[in-house]
Protein backbone atom coordinates (compact mmCIF):
# COMPACT_ATOMS: atom_id res chain seq x y z
CA UNK A 1 0.00 0.00 0.00
CA UNK A 2 1.35 3.37 -0.86
CA UNK A 3 1.86 4.94 2.11
CA UNK A 4 3.91 8.05 4.03
CA UNK A 5 5.18 6.86 7.63
CA UNK A 6 5.86 9.24 10.48
CA UNK A 7 6.94 8.45 14.04
CA UNK A 8 6.25 8.77 16.33
CA UNK A 9 2.60 9.75 16.31
CA UNK A 10 2.44 11.31 19.65
CA UNK A 11 5.35 12.74 21.58
CA UNK A 12 5.85 15.15 25.18
CA UNK A 13 9.20 15.65 25.45
CA UNK A 14 11.03 18.80 27.48
CA UNK A 15 12.81 22.08 26.40
CA UNK A 16 16.18 21.60 24.86
CA UNK A 17 16.25 17.74 24.68
CA UNK A 18 17.02 16.93 20.89
CA UNK A 19 14.11 14.65 18.80
CA UNK A 20 14.06 13.22 15.80
CA UNK A 21 10.57 13.24 13.59
CA UNK A 22 10.87 9.97 11.34
CA UNK A 23 9.51 10.39 7.76
CA UNK A 24 9.31 7.33 4.96
CA UNK A 25 7.76 7.11 1.55
CA UNK A 26 7.47 3.82 -0.14
CA UNK A 27 6.40 5.27 -3.47
CA UNK A 28 9.96 6.56 -4.86
CA UNK A 29 9.06 10.46 -5.06
CA UNK A 30 11.12 12.48 -5.65
CA UNK A 31 9.67 15.28 -3.55
CA UNK A 32 9.59 15.63 0.43
CA UNK A 33 8.44 18.10 2.32
CA UNK A 34 7.57 19.18 6.28
CA UNK A 35 5.13 21.03 7.46
CA UNK A 36 3.66 21.93 10.94
CA UNK A 37 -0.37 23.09 11.64
CA UNK A 38 -0.79 25.59 14.30
CA UNK A 39 -4.88 26.79 15.05
CA UNK A 40 -5.06 30.14 13.74
CA UNK A 41 -1.73 29.89 11.20
CA UNK A 42 -2.84 27.05 9.39
CA UNK A 43 -0.27 24.68 7.46
CA UNK A 44 3.16 26.42 7.25
CA UNK A 45 5.88 24.55 4.97
CA UNK A 46 9.23 23.99 7.25
CA UNK A 47 11.45 22.47 4.46
CA UNK A 48 11.11 20.59 1.76
CA UNK A 49 13.59 18.55 -0.47
CA UNK A 50 13.56 17.96 -4.46
CA UNK A 51 15.59 14.86 -4.53
CA UNK A 52 18.66 13.38 -2.42
CA UNK A 53 20.79 15.81 -0.79
CA UNK A 54 18.59 18.79 -2.15
CA UNK A 55 16.87 20.55 0.15
CA UNK A 56 15.15 23.83 0.91
CA UNK A 57 13.82 26.29 3.22
CA UNK A 58 10.16 26.72 3.72
CA UNK A 59 8.29 29.29 5.60
CA UNK A 60 9.25 29.00 8.88
CA UNK A 61 12.52 26.45 8.80
CA UNK A 62 14.28 28.27 12.38
CA UNK A 63 14.88 25.79 14.78
CA UNK A 64 14.89 22.90 12.72
CA UNK A 65 16.72 20.86 10.43
CA UNK A 66 16.54 18.17 7.75
CA UNK A 67 18.39 15.59 6.36
CA UNK A 68 17.88 13.46 2.71
CA UNK A 69 20.28 10.82 2.42
CA UNK A 70 17.80 8.69 0.88
CA UNK A 71 15.02 8.64 -1.01
CA UNK A 72 12.58 7.51 1.17
CA UNK A 73 13.12 9.05 4.16
CA UNK A 74 13.33 12.68 5.18
CA UNK A 75 13.35 12.95 9.03
CA UNK A 76 13.23 16.26 11.26
CA UNK A 77 15.50 17.30 13.70
CA UNK A 78 14.90 19.71 16.01
CA UNK A 79 18.26 20.32 18.07
CA UNK A 80 17.05 21.96 21.14
CA UNK A 81 13.41 22.03 21.23
CA UNK A 82 11.53 24.85 22.67
CA UNK A 83 7.81 25.11 24.24
CA UNK A 84 6.66 27.59 20.53
CA UNK A 85 7.58 24.48 18.51
CA UNK A 86 4.77 22.47 20.05
CA UNK A 87 2.89 21.62 16.90
CA UNK A 88 0.59 18.98 14.95
CA UNK A 89 3.77 18.15 12.42
CA UNK A 90 3.23 16.72 8.82
CA UNK A 91 5.27 15.11 6.09
CA UNK A 92 4.16 14.64 2.50
CA UNK A 93 5.53 13.35 -0.44
CA UNK A 94 4.73 13.83 -4.36
CA UNK A 95 6.12 12.66 -7.63
CA UNK A 96 6.76 15.53 -10.27
CA UNK A 97 3.34 17.30 -10.91
CA UNK A 98 1.61 14.67 -9.39
CA UNK A 99 -0.64 15.29 -6.20
CA UNK A 100 0.91 15.18 -2.88
CA UNK A 101 0.68 11.96 -0.15
CA UNK A 102 0.53 13.02 3.45
CA UNK A 103 1.65 11.16 6.79
CA UNK A 104 -1.43 10.38 9.61
CA UNK A 105 0.85 13.38 11.29
CA UNK A 106 2.83 13.60 14.56
CA UNK A 107 2.03 15.66 17.57
CA UNK A 108 4.33 16.92 20.03
CA UNK A 109 4.67 18.75 23.06
CA UNK A 110 7.57 20.32 24.34
CA UNK A 111 7.11 21.36 27.71
CA UNK B 1 4.54 37.08 -1.40
CA UNK B 2 1.31 34.61 -2.31
CA UNK B 3 -1.73 34.88 -0.17
CA UNK B 4 -4.53 31.76 0.06
CA UNK B 5 -7.98 32.77 1.26
CA UNK B 6 -10.91 30.16 2.35
CA UNK B 7 -14.06 31.94 2.53
CA UNK B 8 -16.10 31.10 4.63
CA UNK B 9 -13.79 29.55 7.44
CA UNK B 10 -17.43 27.31 8.11
CA UNK B 11 -20.18 25.69 6.44
CA UNK B 12 -23.12 23.81 7.66
CA UNK B 13 -25.65 22.71 4.94
CA UNK B 14 -28.42 19.95 5.25
CA UNK B 15 -27.61 16.49 3.14
CA UNK B 16 -28.67 16.94 0.15
CA UNK B 17 -27.49 19.89 -0.78
CA UNK B 18 -24.59 21.13 -3.24
CA UNK B 19 -21.72 21.80 -1.61
CA UNK B 20 -19.92 25.38 -3.21
CA UNK B 21 -16.14 25.83 -1.07
CA UNK B 22 -14.23 29.44 -2.73
CA UNK B 23 -10.74 29.41 -2.36
CA UNK B 24 -8.67 32.90 -3.85
CA UNK B 25 -5.09 33.57 -4.16
CA UNK B 26 -2.95 36.92 -5.03
CA UNK B 27 -0.61 35.97 -7.38
CA UNK B 28 -1.80 33.81 -10.19
CA UNK B 29 1.34 33.11 -11.62
CA UNK B 30 0.75 29.71 -9.99
CA UNK B 31 2.04 25.88 -11.41
CA UNK B 32 -1.14 24.10 -9.83
CA UNK B 33 -3.71 23.99 -7.40
CA UNK B 34 -4.53 21.36 -5.00
CA UNK B 35 -7.77 20.81 -2.99
CA UNK B 36 -7.10 18.62 0.13
CA UNK B 37 -9.67 17.28 2.71
CA UNK B 38 -8.79 16.50 6.16
CA UNK B 39 -10.54 15.04 9.40
CA UNK B 40 -10.07 16.00 12.66
CA UNK B 41 -6.67 14.36 13.77
CA UNK B 42 -5.89 13.18 10.70
CA UNK B 43 -3.68 14.17 7.80
CA UNK B 44 -5.19 15.60 4.38
CA UNK B 45 -5.86 13.50 1.62
CA UNK B 46 -5.83 14.78 -1.87
CA UNK B 47 -9.18 15.21 -3.63
CA UNK B 48 -7.87 16.95 -7.19
CA UNK B 49 -4.95 18.55 -8.35
CA UNK B 50 -5.44 21.13 -11.04
CA UNK B 51 -2.59 21.95 -13.19
CA UNK B 52 -2.21 26.14 -14.02
CA UNK B 53 -2.95 24.80 -18.02
CA UNK B 54 -6.37 23.56 -16.76
CA UNK B 55 -9.73 24.89 -16.20
CA UNK B 56 -11.14 22.31 -14.01
CA UNK B 57 -10.65 18.86 -12.78
CA UNK B 58 -13.61 16.47 -11.64
CA UNK B 59 -13.82 13.26 -9.73
CA UNK B 60 -17.37 11.84 -8.86
CA UNK B 61 -19.20 14.30 -6.98
CA UNK B 62 -16.15 16.65 -6.92
CA UNK B 63 -15.71 19.59 -9.32
CA UNK B 64 -13.07 21.87 -9.20
CA UNK B 65 -12.84 24.60 -11.52
CA UNK B 66 -9.60 27.38 -11.66
CA UNK B 67 -9.51 31.03 -13.07
CA UNK B 68 -6.24 31.84 -12.70
CA UNK B 69 -6.70 35.59 -13.52
CA UNK B 70 -9.00 36.17 -11.10
CA UNK B 71 -7.45 34.34 -8.78
CA UNK B 72 -10.15 31.96 -7.83
CA UNK B 73 -11.08 28.01 -7.75
CA UNK B 74 -14.05 26.60 -6.02
CA UNK B 75 -14.77 22.85 -5.36
CA UNK B 76 -18.34 21.84 -5.84
CA UNK B 77 -19.61 18.76 -4.27
CA UNK B 78 -22.99 17.47 -5.21
CA UNK B 79 -25.62 15.89 -3.12
CA UNK B 80 -23.60 16.38 0.22
CA UNK B 81 -23.39 13.84 2.63
CA UNK B 82 -22.85 13.35 5.88
CA UNK B 83 -19.26 11.37 5.18
CA UNK B 84 -18.32 14.87 3.69
CA UNK B 85 -17.90 16.75 6.73
CA UNK B 86 -14.59 17.51 7.13
CA UNK B 87 -12.27 20.77 6.51
CA UNK B 88 -11.30 21.42 3.00
CA UNK B 89 -7.87 23.35 2.11
CA UNK B 90 -6.81 24.25 -1.03
CA UNK B 91 -3.03 24.88 -1.66
CA UNK B 92 -1.35 26.89 -4.50
CA UNK B 93 2.54 25.60 -5.94
CA UNK B 94 4.82 28.85 -7.17
CA UNK B 95 6.24 28.05 -10.41
CA UNK B 96 9.60 29.34 -9.54
CA UNK B 97 10.01 26.83 -6.70
CA UNK B 98 9.22 22.80 -7.47
CA UNK B 99 8.26 22.44 -3.91
CA UNK B 100 6.39 25.91 -2.30
CA UNK B 101 3.47 25.14 -1.31
CA UNK B 102 1.14 27.86 0.39
CA UNK B 103 -2.00 26.98 2.04
CA UNK B 104 -5.25 28.42 2.79
CA UNK B 105 -6.70 28.01 6.17
CA UNK B 106 -9.59 25.72 5.29
CA UNK B 107 -13.58 25.65 5.51
CA UNK B 108 -14.70 23.34 7.84
CA UNK B 109 -17.88 22.22 6.14
CA UNK B 110 -20.40 19.85 8.84
CA UNK B 111 -23.47 18.34 6.76
CA UNK B 112 -26.72 17.71 8.86
CA UNK B 113 -28.67 14.64 8.15
Known amino acids: EAQVTQNPRYLITVTGKKLTVTCSQNMNHEYMSWYRQDPGLGLRQIYYSMNVEVTDKGDVPEGYKVSRKEKRNFPLILESPSPNQTSLYFC??????????FGDGTRLSIL | KQEVTQIPAALSVPEGENLVLNCSFTDSAIYNLQWFRQDPGKGLTSLLL?????REQTSGRLNASLDKSSGRSTLYIAASQPGDSATYLCAVKAPDSWGKLQFGAGTQVVVTP
Open chain 1, 92 to 101: ASAGRNQPQH
Open chain 2, 50 to 54: IQSSQ
